[in-house]
């Protein structure tokens, strides 16, 4: 396997965009992407397009046939919430194999006002719909039962998981590519509606609409583009699904196959937790977060309360150490799916190479970051990129 | 999304999913794999997905009391769903969790004091949640503080 980089990026900022399309918005993120790069698309030899709701409607197409058709292999990615970081796996493996020099992955999602019930129910009979009714599958539920297993463990209490909400829409304040840059108060987040126990309303990721894309090279290639830039090196890109465990089919099991791929990942890249300078965790409710520290080894098994106290994932600048979602997470930046994976690598990217995009919110000394998400049903990956 | 049951010709109480058979002793039914033991919530499965094997499963009856592991209170749901309601996931002692909700408790209470909620004995309950159609009651599985 070759060494792979990640020679440029592009996002746009997350929000509501009704006025273009699908193809429209991973163009504007592929072109940034581009010109970041310092290359045409007449350089790119495979693309790797993530999209959910239009997985159907080849859209990796329909973007080149907006920026140039140069007749390429294309592949349309879906997988859940992990569809934009699969599709950068997919460039990162092209790359990685010795089949091509140029890969370049986009991201992009258009959900909309939709909000976190969309996509759900359906069925020829209305009468026979299990939600609601059986308990509930949706979402909220999932998520909110995955953090009361943590309080059931480990006595975790509610203003734990807000204050990861506090956290990181103070962290969106400085990121301008954030759906959301609200700071917020405890008393704000816990007084917010409840949606479903212990998440309340700013405890969930809103949705709407974005793109992101980044161009990956080989070593050779490196030499020849990227003119003396520093650009990271694409340490680890692990994918997993759910292994069997007795309540998986009841309950996702979000933990399992983030602890597997994380571990494979620190194999992968020669590092540990410790090593890492940041990372951009799929917090798309607070109550992931929390467990999630644990997963990826950010904290030890039951510690992430004391984590928290301690000011663990919250940014150097403001007191905190181990920085996690400093880009504000899905809470503020908002999850548009497809769109989601490739976008945390971005931010990434930019601090280790102190790019301009991340200059109000850079994470001193940035050597190694993480980037990690998952897709319910179930994908996990995580990414190491190192400089 | 689970499969729907089929429409019958007979008219009369339906079960929200296949998994649940009425009568006088309702009860929930699972696929037992004859060869690691495993029990699955479904009636139509081709193999084990905890050890592979194929072709090597049984229906078998599963209790009707179990132990809550964990819970939600649900506060927005779709439309003729009343909330706030409790979700539930339900330990039952052949070792296979399910899923529903959990009646007869107060959400407002469990939201307070959730550490109540964990490990309480539950005993299984059957509501009419609709009416199909064909004007068949549908009748679904819930829990509720075991009385016993």
Known sequence: ?387 | MPEQQTPQAETGPRPILPILRLGPKPHLVGSKCGSCGAIFLDVRRVACSKCGAAGNLKEVELSDKGKVWVFSVIHQSFPGIKTPYVTAVVDLPEGVSVKSNLVDVDPEELEKNPQKAFGMPVELVVNQVATDRQGNPVMAFQFRPSKS
């Open chain 1, 1 to 387: 396997m070759r060494n792979v980089y990640v020679l440029g990026t592009g996002m746009i900022k997350f929000g509501r965009y009704p006025e273009k399309t699908v193809p429209e918005l991973g163009a504007e993120a592929a072109l940034v992407a581009l010109r970041d790069a310092g290359i045409t698309i007449k350089e790119v030899e495979l693309f790797a397009s993530g999209n959910l709701y239009q997985a159907n409607a080849m859209i990796g197409q329909r973007i080149l046939q907006q920026i140039g058709q140069t007749g390429i292999p294309v592949i349309n990615v879906a997988n859940a919430c992990a569809t934009g970081s699969t599709a950068f796996r997919e460039a990162f493996m092209a790359v990685a194999s010795g089949m091509y020099d140029v890969a370049m992955a986009v991201g992009v999602e258009q959900m909309g006002k939709q909000g976190l019930l969309g996509g759900a129910g359906g069925g020829s009979d209305p009468a026979y719909s299990t939600e609601g009714r059986i308990g509930s599958g949706l979402m909220p539920a999932v998520f909110g039962q995955a953090g009361m297993e943590h309080m059931r463990k480990y006595g975790t209490k509610l203003e734990h998981f807000a204050k990861i909400s506090v956290k990181s829409h103070k962290h969106a304040t400085r990121n301008p590519f954030s759906q959301y840059q609200n700071e917020l108060s405890l008393e704000d987040v816990l007084n917010a509606r409840m949606v479903a126990y212990p998440n309340t309303l700013y405890m969930c990721c809103p949705t709407g609409d974005g793109a992101a894309a980044a161009i990956l090279v080989s070593e050779d290639k490196l030499k020849q583009l990227a003119g003396g830039r520093k650009r990271p090196r694409v340490a680890a890109s692990v994918l997993t699904s759910d292994p069997y465990t007795e309540r998986d089919l009841t309950l996702p099991d979000v933990n399992t196959l983030t602890r597997r791929a994380a571990q494979k990942a620190f194999e992968m890249a020669g590092v540990g937790p410790e090593d890492v300078s940041l990372t951009e965790l799929h917090d798309c409710f607070a109550t992931a977060e929390l467990i999630h520290y644990e997963n990826l080894g950010l904290c030890r098994e039951g510690e992430a309360a004391k984590f928290i106290e301690e000011g663990g994932g919250v940014h150097p600048d403001l007191g905190g150490k181990c920085p996690v979602n400093v880009s504000g997470g899905l809470l503020s930046k908002g999850h548009p799916l497809g769109a989601t994976g490739v976008a945390n690598i971005c931010e990434i990217v930019w601090h280790l190479t102190e790019d301009e995009r991340a200059k109000q919110r850079q994470v001193p000394n940035a050597k190694v970051g993480m980037a990690h998400v998952i897709g319910l049903g179930s994908a996990c990956t995580v990414h190491i990129l190192t400089v």
